[in-house]
């Protein structure tokens, strides 16, 4: 079994490496470490979860180490590159973390909309090493110059397919013109599509490739499964399903920030206690609703796609998709928040009519058939075959024009008769989940 000590890492980062809790080092770290630490280029295939962070800041930091100089001001020697403020202030703290015994001390900032300017420009001005940033803040600072980046010796594009779903591409390309083509680029994504393909064969020169998965692969130790509901009943059938005792760690995804807004105070009224995190929140109101959710204060978070992209919290034991994603990579991203360092988890969609074809992408893309329990009224069951054209038009990107039809019986599904009723009684979709197994409890923490 390779060890940490097998790759190469200066003894400073072994020991930071060890006081996290670190053991063996994942296969996306066995992988890209060392050829990151010959300062390679680097192609990196991975889902959330899989210690893709420590993957690529362990060997920066090596670089960093071998040649310790002082910063000029404004600049930065590296430059990380993030969709949303979470995951940005994610990446911070495990720089911060496997570099705590470098001395002087690292310097790493982080620079996000949603907060005032002035701590960032005071933050700049003394010069960075590591900087985490999301672009659109960070075009800001490099038009006023109090940011240069054209002596940047590293850049790290963190969740590539997430920056493309939110029309990062040209600002990415604006920041890549400003840096030197002299330079070590790393681009991480958990998905592939066209034109991620098509910003590495620019960005990248003879990279090494690292993949961990299949494209758009779900994690195998989250359990998924399916409700068939009502619209109406969406809300009630969610308050049922957490009072089952396993959900003690959930995240709620809905797809819009008024709806993740409603969502929570219905769960707070029904007594379960749940926070909304989205983009109306402020930097301080998200910073506060995330925190409470680490430390066990709240039971539920309730997010949209673009906020939880950087929530990295081990023990979600359920991911409860309330509205199924427009676009279908977006359900490998969401699941991936449950499962993580080594434990079982358990993915709950609910899905009404209207929302059939987006599940019919998702299994598609994923090439799996997900099991279901109907929880549809017989009237809400007649509707969707009295109307199969009210659902064959997908809302994604991909699948459109394609037949509605009815959804297969088999492959492993409860049968379901005429009328619309489970006869074969399911196990409870909430039962059994996110409950390691014996050998699980005694695992190492994740590596983020």
């Not at 940490?4 to 992988?31: H, K």
Request: with cysteine.
């Amino acid at each position: 079994m390779t060890k940490f000590s097998d790759l190469g890492l200066p003894e400073m980062l072994l020991r930071a490496v060890e006081r996290e809790g670190y053991e063996t080092p994942s296969p996306i770290q066995v992988q890209a470490i060392p050829p990151l630490l010959q300062h390679r280029d680097l192609l990196g295939i991975a889902q959330t979860g899989t210690g893709k962070t420590a993957a690529f800041a362990l060997p920066i930091l090596a670089r960093i180490l071998a040649d310790r100089r002082r910063p000029l001001p404004g600049s930065t020697r590296v430059l990380v590159l993030a969709p949303t403020r979470e995951l940005a202030a994610q990446i911070a703290e495990s720089f911060r973390a496997y570099g705590q015994f470098l001395r002087p001390a690292l310097q790493v900032g982080v620079i996000v909309g949603g907060v005032a300017h002035r701590p960032q420009l005071d933050m700049l001005a003394r010069g960075l090493e590591v900087l985490v940033a999301t672009p659109g803040r960070l075009l800001e600072h490099l038009g006023t110059r109090h940011c240069v980046i054209d002596k940047t010796e590293v850049l790290v594009l963190d969740e590539a397919d997430h920056m493309l779903d939110l029309g990062f591409i040209i600002p990415i390309r604006r920041i890549v013109a400003k840096l030197p083509k002299a330079r070590q680029t790393l681009l991480f994504s958990a998905t592939m599509p066209r034109e991620i393909a098509g910003l590495a064969g620019d960005l990248l020169r003879d990279p090494a490739h690292v993949s961990v998965a299949p494209v758009a692969t779900t994690v195998d130790r989250v359990e998924q499964h399916v409700v068939l509901v009502d619209g109406a009943a969406k809300r009630d059938i969610l308050v049922e399903l957490m009072r089952d005792a396993s959900v003690s760690r959930a995240i709620v995804f809905t797809r819009t920030k008024r709806g993740a807004d409603k969502v929570a105070q219905h769960l707070e009224t029904a007594g379960v206690g749940a926070q909304a995190i989205h983009g109306n929140k402020s930097q301080n109101q998200r910073i506060r609703a995330l925190d409470g959710f680490k430390r066990g204060d709240t039971r539920v978070l309730v997010a949209t796609d673009i906020a939880a992209r950087g929530i990295d919290v081990d023990g979600v034991t359920h991911v409860f998709n309330y509205e199924l994603p427009d676009v279908p990579e977006s359900y490998v991203h969401r699941i991936g928040r449950t499962a993580r360092a080594g434990a079982s988890g358990r993915a709950i969609s609910l899905c009404e009519n209207e929302e059939r074809p987006l599940l019919r992408q998702i299994e598609k893309l994923t090439r799996q058939t997900l099991p279901f329990t109907d929880r549809r009224t017989a009237a809400g069951s007649r509707q969707a075959e009295a109307h199969p054209e009210s659902t064959s038009r997908p809302r994604g990107r991909s699948g459109a024009g394609k037949p509605s039809g009815q959804r297969p019986t088999g492959g492993g599904r409860p049968h379901l008769a005429s009328d619309g009723r489970n006869h074969q009684a399911p196990k409870s979709p909430g039962a059994h989940a996110g409950r390691p197994s014996q050998g699980h409890r005694a695992r190492a923490p994740e590596m983020r």
